[in-house]
T-cell receptor
């Protein structure tokens, strides 16, 4: 299995709802990432998990809450979102997040994304 | 922090011609430079990457060059085909921490 799987593919939610995005990989990767991508813009890093521990939080609002239950799963819990949070949320993984130059273990594999619409 | 600028924002070429996309980065400590291709509604996919210990890398019709002194790197696609049409993103990071910063993207259109 060489894929990163994200569910759901599409999600519509109101500003008072609580929902979760899920990401799964079975490549043995120990680093997992959440990116946010607005239309016609590049992906922006939100969170990095390394060995199931949060290693980078790019000053993301607390209405986004990441969780890494085990080395294969990454969740993003959503609560009290705003319409401007509507975007494509991309999960990615890599073998490691801290590597020697040239080892290749930091190459990202992206999932297909979850397209979120906040009404 | 790192800042990556990418040019041009759109590029139209005739099938069979070459396409060149250029990026500059600000942090001289960055040492990893991948290029991603994203087709409409699809995930970004790595097409080629280069590390700071080499100056050029080639994979069939795709090549990347890196000038560390000038802090810029470029993607070259030769013999373009309609299926090369997509958005291309450059990125830069330190391999330690793997915090990729992306350029704004280039929309490449290959006309047949």
């Amino acid at each position: 299995d060489t894929e990163v799987t994200q569910t759901p593919k599409h999600l519509v939610m109101g500003m008072t709802n609580k929902k979760s995005l899920k990401c799964e990989q079975h490549m043995g990767h120990r680093a997992m990432y959440w990116y946010k991508q607005k239309a016609k813009k590049p992906p922006e890093l939100m969170f990095v998990y390394s060995y199931e521990k949060l290693s980078i939080n790019e000053s993301v609002p607390s209405r986004f809450s990441p969780e890494c239950p085990n080395s294969s799963l990454l969740n993003l819990h959503l609560h009290a979102l705003q319409p401007e949070d509507s975007a494509l949320y991309l999960c990615a993984s890599s073998q490691r997040d801290r590597v020697r130059l040239g080892s290749g273990a930091n190459v990202l594999t992206f999932g297909a994304g979850s397209r979120l619409t906040v009404l | 922090g790192e800042n990556v600028e990418q040019h041009p924002s759109t590029l139209s070429v005739q099938e069979g011609d070459s396409a060149v996309i250029k990026c500059t980065y600000s942090d001289s400590a960055s040492n990893y430079f991948p290029w991603y291709k994203q087709e409409l509604g699809k995930r970004p996919q790595l097409i080629i990457d280069i590390r700071s210990n080499v100056g050029e890398k080639k994979d069939q019709r795709i090549a990347v060059t890196l000038n560390k002194t000038a802090k810029h790197f470029s993607l070259h696609i030769t013999e373009t085909q309609p299926e090369d049409s997509a958005v291309y993103f450059c990125a830069a990071s330190l391999e330690y921490g793997n915090k990729l910063v992306f350029g704004a993207g280039t929309i490449l259109r290959v006309k047949s």
